[in-house]
């Protein structure tokens, strides 16, 4: 039975898990100035999708300013701290990293 819920429903700020197994998905809202402190997710790939507001996320100290639709995908590696311009609301998706393929 696939798992359900709606981004309305996810109420704790600034970060609701939307589901708890892999891949991990979590709404990550912000108040307008608010930043998340710069952190990594070196186990996982990032998928960063800004759904509401403007949001200047900073990678290894380069920032890229993102709006209402932008999509970044990331190395969980790179150092990260989204930092909103106005009231902003994201979808944060972390996928495990594959294995690395040992080949004889």
């Avoid at 998905?25 to 759904?51: D, G, I, K, W």
């Amino acid at each position: 039975m696939p798992e359900r819920t709606s981004l309305e429903s996810l109420t704790e700020t600034p970060h609701a898990v939307a589901f708890e197994n892999d891949p991990r998905t979590v709404r990550l809202e912000l108040e307008a100035e608010q930043r998340v402190p710069e952190h990594r997710h070196p186990e996982s790939t990032v998928l960063f999708h800004v759904l509401s507001g403007d949001v200047a996320l900073d990678l290894d100290g380069e920032t890229y300013d993102l709006e209402s639709g932008d999509l970044v995908r990331f190395d969980g590696d790179r150092t990260v701290s989204p930092y909103a311009l106005e009231e902003s609301t994201a979808l944060v998706v972390l996928t495990p990293k594959p294995e690395p393929s040992t080949c004889d």
